[in-house]
T-cell receptor, first 114, second 118 residues
Framework: SAVISQKPSRDICQRGTSLTIQCQVDSQVTMMFWYRQQPGQSLTLIAT?????????ESGFVIDKFPISRPNLTFSTLTVSNMSPEDSSIYLC???????????FGPGTRLTVL | AQKITQTQPGMFVQEKEAVTLDCTYDTSDPSYGLFWYKQPSSGEMIFLIY??????QNATEGRYSLNFQKARKSANLVISASQLGDSAMYFCAMREPRLDTGRRALTFGSGTRLQVQP
């Protein structure tokens, strides 16, 4: 299984600021995904991070609010912009390698917006 | 319509007993994958088991097995010999092609909170 790390593990931020979350995978992967888990809820896909091109966003998520970068096959960032208390969630990155069925998650970033 | 349905918000089981967590799914695509994840209070998502739609045998991983009934569109997780450390949220998920993008991504159920009692 790929080892996925995320930074920061948690943060407390002020309303109106932005936070960039980093996701590092220990080997090259085809696909990287970003998910959000609001308190007491299930996971919702934000976007698929594509290497060398723009991310593909799910309905209800826009690039201006959640810009994503993926400069290479092992690294991606998600920025939560102009934060409000409603953005308080766990943000998780996930990867999938070509030829493998399993899909793994990073440890998550627990974000609290005051 | 819900793609993944978990009808048990919470379950209790005695230590060393077996427990079944229910999951039903809805898809018209013949090629899909079914997953179970464990989420302890720390928040991490731990991959437990995978079942492909074309797999003839039920998947097993140690104490975890997946009871796959394709005609019923169910993919229940069976945990044998429950341990106190099994207390967590459990999520069922399905990977299928998205209608709009064609990309395969996971869709999650609402989860079941399992509590193992000594």
């Amino acid at each position: 299984s790929a080892v996925i790390s995320q930074k920061p593990s948690r943060d407390i931020c002020q309303r109106g600021t932005s936070l960039t979350i980093q996701c590092q995978v220990d080997s090259q992967v085809t696909m990287m995904f970003w998910y959000r888990q609001q308190p007491g809820q299930s996971l919702t896909l934000i976007a698929t991070a594509n290497q060398g091109s723009e991310a593909t966003y799910e309905s209800g998520f826009v690039i201006d609010k959640f810009p994503i970068s993926r400069p290479n096959l092992t690294f991606s960032t998600l920025t939560v912009s102009n934060m409000s208390p409603e953005d308080s969630s766990i943000y998780l990155c996930s990867d999938k390698k070509a030829g493998y069925n399993e899909q793994f998650f990073g440890p998550g970033t627990r974000l609290t917006v005051l | 319509a819900q793609k993944i349905t978990q009808t048990q918000p919470g379950m209790f089981v005695q230590e060393k007993e077996a427990v079944t967590l229910d999951c039903t799914y809805d898809t018209s695509d013949p090629s899909y994958g079914l997953f179970w994840y464990k989420q302890p209070s720390s928040g991490e998502m731990i991959f437990l088991i995978y079942q492909g739609s074309y797999d003839q045998q039920n998947a097993t991983e140690g104490r975890y097995s997946l009871n796959f009934q394709k005609a019923r569109k169910s993919a229940n997780l069976v945990i044998s010999a429950s341990q106190l450390g099994d207390s967590a949220m459990y999520f069922c998920a399905m990977r299928e092609p998205r209608l709009d993008t064609g990309r395969r991504a996971l869709t999650f159920g609402s989860g079941t909170r399992l509590q193992v009692q000594p």
